[in-house]
């Protein structure tokens, strides 16, 4: 059974560089035909999605956090992680990793279908 | 980047009865393959989201019968045909077709 598990510091200072990793357990990330994603929801709000990566490095962001963010992958881990740096108090989040659509969709049901538990990042000096 | 517009924000209902929520796309979500990726999400306070419905009207494995989906083009519907307790939390609609993924503001289901 597929598991992703988010991993990183709770406190970040402001200004500084915020990076989560996820852990994924129960399939290969090098093997699999998935997008990756972060997505993260602020506390008392909405969710919002940050980015998504192949295995390949092929990445898609959100065109509102691209200056600031980099997804990468390591394969050998089974691991992808997310930066997003010269962070605010708008970063303080619960910040979410789970497994986007295929690469090459066809008549697909997966997407989007499996989540991590969370991790609470809070920017604050 | 494909807007999700969903309504109403907040849902209060009485136990047993019916709930239904919109969401409202700013494009179509048909994607090449023919098929309309629009998910729905429930989060129960304190958990992660968990998607309840894909590609419209698909339940996922373990997903009561009483939540359906529906719609096309650029207008979706989630409906819970009885309310009950467990329903509670903000249910979120998204879109997978376009980059990039968007997600709806959320509603707030919650028992009268």
């Known amino acids: 059974q597929l598991q992703l598990q988010e991993s990183g510091p709770g406190l970040v200072k402001p200004s500084e560089t915020l990076t989560l990793t996820c852990t994924v357990s129960?399939?290969?990330?090098?093997?699999?035909?998935?997008?990756w994603g972060w997505i993260r929801q602020p506390p008392g709000k909405g969710l919002e999605w940050i980015g998504s990566i192949y295995y390949s490095g092929t990445s898609y962001y959100n065109p509102s956090l691209k200056s600031r963010v980099t997804i990468s992958v390591d394969t050998a881990k089974n691991q992808f992680s997310l930066r997003v740096s010269s962070v605010t108090a708008a970063d303080t989040a619960v910040y979410y990793c789970?497994?986007?659509?295929?690469?090459?969709?066809?008549?697909?049901?997966?997407?989007?279908?499996?989540w991590g538990q969370g991790t609470t990042v809070t920017v604050s000096s | 980047d494909v807007v999700m517009t969903q309504s109403p924000l907040s849902l209060p209902v009485t136990l047993g009865q019916p709930a239904s929520i919109s969401c409202r796309s700013s494009?179509?979500?048909?994607?090449?393959?023919?098929?309309?990726?629009l998910n729905w999400f429930q989060q129960r306070p304190g958990q992660s989201p968990r998607r309840l419905i894909y590609k419209v009207s698909n339940r996922d494995s373990g997903v009561p019968d009483r939540f359906s989906g529906s719609g096309s083009g650029t207008d979706f519907t989630l409906k819970i045909r009885r309310v009950e307790a467990e329903d509670v939390g903000v249910y979120y609609c998204?879109?997978?077709?376009?980059?990039?993924?968007?997600f709806g503001q959320g509603t707030k289901v919650e028992i009268k």
């Open positions: 494009q179509g979500l048909v994607y090449i393959d023919g098929n309309t990726y």
């Open positions: 789970a497994r986007d659509y295929e690469v090459l969709r066809y008549h697909s049901d997966y997407g989007m279908d499996v």
């Open positions: 129960g399939g290969s990330i090098s093997s699999s035909t998935y997008y």
């Open positions: 998204m879109q997978g077709t376009h980059w990039p993924r968007t």
